[in-house]
T-cell receptor, first 115, second 116 residues
Framework: GAGVSQSPSNKVTEKGKDVELRCDPI?????LYWYRQSLGQGLEFLIY????????KSGLPSDRFSAERTGGSVSTLTIQRTQQEDSAVYLC?????????????FGPGTRLTVT | GDSVTQMEGPVTLSEEAFLTINCTYT??????LFWYVQYPGEGLQLLLK?????DKGSNKGFEATYRKETTSFHLEKGSVQVSDSAVYFC???????????????FGQGTILTVHP
């Protein structure tokens, strides 16, 4: 079946612009996660959705970052007024549920470059 | 808080060599433990897991044993291949024994390069 998909695969933007990153989880997966992968910081958790609510937003680095999930499916991560330090690969993952340690399935990521 | 520590990398081996990548963790209780692998140009994928103490996870010739006495989950393979070249991440979920697993906490990743 279809895995987790993310779009765009690459995004180059100018400093100060807003960007939206999209994640389509595996159908039927109630839990969705956003992570960020960068050279200096490794893999960092950003936010976790169970259904449409976000019980854990502790990893969002600043109020320029926000995310939403609608219909228990698609999620968008929005970065406002992008900065160069936002350059990274943004990974989305989904799992059957966030309340048990089910395997998380990862998408291919969106590589964001802020110039 | 929960944390995962992996051995410093990168690791460079010749084909058929023995591989060990160390992973130790700090967590409350006895969490499940995972190894994820990221092949060049691809997304993260689960390599193996163990859900309780003394469990051994195995896949594609890789093994890891959950040792609660040493809070470790070292990854091993007896004979590596060029195709094993990838980045390997040890990971654990939070709040072991709690009701919310949510995010995974990852180690810093170990880059493995295998030469023919």
């Amino acid at each position: 079946g279809a895995g987790v998909s993310q779009s765009p695969s690459n995004k180059v933007t100018e400093k100060g612009k807003d960007v939206e990153l999209r994640c389509d989880p595996i159908s039927g997966h109630t839990a969705l996660y956003w992570y960020r992968q960068s050279l200096g910081q490794g893999l960092e958790f950003l936010i976790y959705f169970q259904g449409n609510s976000a019980p854990d937003k502790s990893g969002l680095p600043s109020d320029r970052f926000s995310a939403e999930r609608t219909g228990g499916s698609v999620s968008t991560l929005t970065i406002q007024r992008t900065q160069q330090e936002d350059s990274a690969v943004y990974l989305c993952a989904s799992s059957l549920s966030g309340t048990t340690p089910y395997e998380q399935y990862f998408g291919p990521g969106t590589r964001l470059t802020v110039t | 808080g929960d944390s995962v520590t992996q051995m410093e990398g990168p690791v460079t081996l010749s084909e058929e060599a023995f591989l060990t990548i160390n992973c130790t963790y700090t967590a409350t209780g006895y969490p499940s433990l995972f190894w994820y692998v990221q092949y060049p140009g691809e997304g993260l994928q689960l390599l193996l897991k163990a859900t309780k103490a003394d469990d051994k996870g195995s896949n594609k010739g890789f093994e890891a044993t959950y040792r609660k006495e040493t809070t470790s989950f070292h990854l091993e393979k007896g004979s590596v291949q060029v195709s094993d070249s990838a980045v390997y991440f040890c990971a654990l979920p939070p709040n072991a024994g709690g009701t919310s697993y949510g995010k995974l906490t990852f180690g810093q990743g170990t880059i493995l390069t295998v030469h023919p």
